[in-house]
Structure formats: C-alpha cells, structure tokens
C-alpha cells in the first residue's frame, strides 16, 4: 500500500500570511501512460465532509479560490495557501489515488496565529 | 448540485450488522464508479471500499475485507454497504464518496455529509 505522510501535524499563520503543507507519498503516483500525478488535497472543516481542493497534484476544483495552489510530482508535493484568510482555517488531507487503496496522508491542522 | 445523502448509521453491538445507503442526486449515477470512506472520531480519513459504475468491480481495505460488502443499485441511484461483524475499532463517520470523471481512478470530487456508526456494548 502506498503511504503519506504529511507535515508538518500542524501550523498557525498570521492573516494574509503564506501556510505552506507538505506531503510525501512512498511511492511515485505520477502515472508514465499520460504524465498526470494521481494527487490530490481535501480541505476538512469541523463538522463537515472533506471538500476537493486540488486534484492531479496542481489543478484547483470548480470553485476553489486562487489563493490555493499545488504543485509537485513523483512522491513530493506541497499545498499552499498565499495569504490565509479566516475562513482557511481546517484540517487539510492529502490523497493519492494511483492506486487501491487510495490513501490518505494523517492531515495538517491550519489555525489562525 | 450534486447531492449524495447516507442513512442508516446508528449503535450496534460488537459482532452485529448494519447496513448503511447514500442516495445520489442531480447526476447520472450510473455513470460513476463510488467510494466509502470513514473518519473514527478525532481521528483522521481512512478508504474503505470501491465500487466500479456498473458494480462489477469493488475493492475492500484489508481490515473490513470478508466483513463489509458494497453494493449499488443504479435503478435507484443509491449505493449501499453491508457491514456485519462489526467491531468497536468500526466506530466512525462513513462517508459516501463519487469518484470524478467518471473512471475507476480518479479525485473524489463530491461527499456526502456522513453517517456515524457506533459500535459499542
């Protein structure tokens, strides 16, 4: 089974600060047939389901504002949030899903400093 | 808007079944292979089972392999799962899940809002 893990377990950020979120798959998702990395990030608030962030390592999900972005490929990639606003505040979960069972990394909590 | 809605959670005794149903909505669900997941309390999320379009493909997690089922009725548009032999480490929200793009493999793109199973004596 393909492992993730994530770091850091959490982080608090200033409003309008950069929160960076790093994730690391045990083995390599990005699929040799068409180049796309099998990746993914949810955002999780309290109460709720997980939501879609980002999807194929660095794609945001129908609505999801800019600020979000992805990037990485292979076994290496990274979350980022430009300048975090109030309503940023959850944990985030990164996926793969190259590959069943389609894991997930054990989540970063993102709060306000 | 798509909708995926699960029923059917509640307290059960260690050993006993349950089965749990996600209504789906606003989409061809027959088109779409669907997924369960769980998150034990405070805890983080956890891939249970997989289900192909037409249901004739499923994967199970090794943990509820021979113990849980999936299954879909397209007629319906509902997925369920069978789960027996529960144990007290089964305790969790299960999530619903649609895989995007139609495929097998693929991010999952819209969740339900969840069913908390607890099992306990």
Partial sequence: ??????????????????????????????S?????????????????????????ASTRASGVPDRFSGSGSGTDFTLTISSLQ???VAVYYCQQY??????FGPGTNVDIK | EVQLVESGGGLVQPGGSLRLSCAASEFTFSDYAMHWVRQAPGKGLEFVSSISSNGGSTYYVTSVKGRFTISRDNS???????????????????????????????????????????VSS
């Fill in chain 1, 32 to 56: 040799n047939s068409n180049n796309q990395n099998y990746f993914a990030w949810y955002q999780q608030k309290p109460g709720q389901p997980p939501k879609l962030l980002i999807h194929w």
């Fill in chain 1, 98 to 103: 190259y590959s069943s069972p389609f894991t």
């Fill in chain 1, 86 to 88: 109030a309503e940023d």
């Fill in chain 1, 1 to 30: 089974d393909f492992v993730m893990t994530q770091s850091p377990d959490s982080l608090a950020v200033s409003l309008g600060e950069r929160a960076t979120i790093n994730c690391k798959s045990s083995q390599s998702v990005l």
């Fill in chain 2, 76 to 118: 319906k548009n509902t997925l369920y799962l069978q789960m027996g032999s529960l144990r007290p480490e089964d305790t969790a929200v299960y999530y619903c899940a649609r895989v995007g793009g139609g495929n097998w493999v693929g991010p999952f793109d819209y969740w339900g809002q969840g069913t908390l199973v607890t």
